[in-house]
């Protein structure tokens, strides 16, 4: 009876030993999947005069809470995953997309009024969706 006990208390002191020894999950960094890792965008709404609200649904507050905080007239940073957004002001919106490297990419017919394509700046230059004229 007894060496079946011993047999137990020796498993369970290597047990313990290991577990003092080797490094948890909790103290190893875990690497972040691709499409869990979020990408510093800069958003540049400046040429926008005068100045307007403007916001990401899904990711700040709706429009019509932001006021100054989110306001053309200051640059922005935002951390996004990779995926589909919406850049809107109380006048227009458009569809701007992340891909996993952290680049951005938008429809082309909107060039002339928004800049940055494969960079992780969105530069608006439009009131409108009209180039805006100085």
């Given at each position: 009876?007894?060496?079946?006990?011993?047999?137990?208390?020796?498993?369970?002191?290597?047990?313990?030993?290991?577990?003092?020894?080797?490094?948890?999950?909790?103290?190893?960094?875990?690497?972040?999947?691709?499409?869990?890792?979020?990408?510093?965008?800069?958003?540049?709404?400046?040429?926008?005069?005068?100045?307007?609200?403007?916001?990401?649904?899904?990711?700040?507050?709706?429009?019509?809470?932001?006021?100054?905080?989110m306001a053309t007239?200051?640059?922005?940073?935002?951390?996004?995953?990779?995926?589909?957004?919406?850049?809107?002001?109380?006048?227009?919106?458009?569809?701007?997309?992340?891909?996993?490297?952290?680049?951005?990419?938008?429809?082309?017919?909107?060039?002339?009024?928004?800049?940055?394509?494969?960079?992780?700046?969105?530069?608006?230059?439009?009131?409108?969706?009209?180039?805006?004229?100085?």
């Amino acid at each position: 009876m007894k060496k079946p006990l011993g047999a137990f208390w020796g498993a369970a002191a290597i047990a313990a030993g290991l577990a003092f020894a080797a490094p948890t999950l909790a103290d190893q960094p875990s690497p972040k999947h691709p499409m869990a890792q979020e990408h510093p965008i800069e958003f540049d709404a400046t040429g926008i005069i005068p100045p307007m609200p403007w916001s990401i649904p899904g990711v700040t507050e709706p429009i019509q809470s932001v006021r100054d905080r989110m306001a053309t007239d200051k640059v922005t940073t935002l951390k996004l995953r990779r995926g589909r957004y919406i850049f809107m002001t109380t006048v227009f919106s458009f569809e701007f997309t992340v891909n996993l490297e952290g680049k951005l990419d938008y429809m082309k017919t909107i060039d002339q009024c928004v800049g940055g394509r494969g960079t992780s700046t969105l530069l608006v230059k439009c009131r409108k969706m009209q180039p805006v004229e100085h």
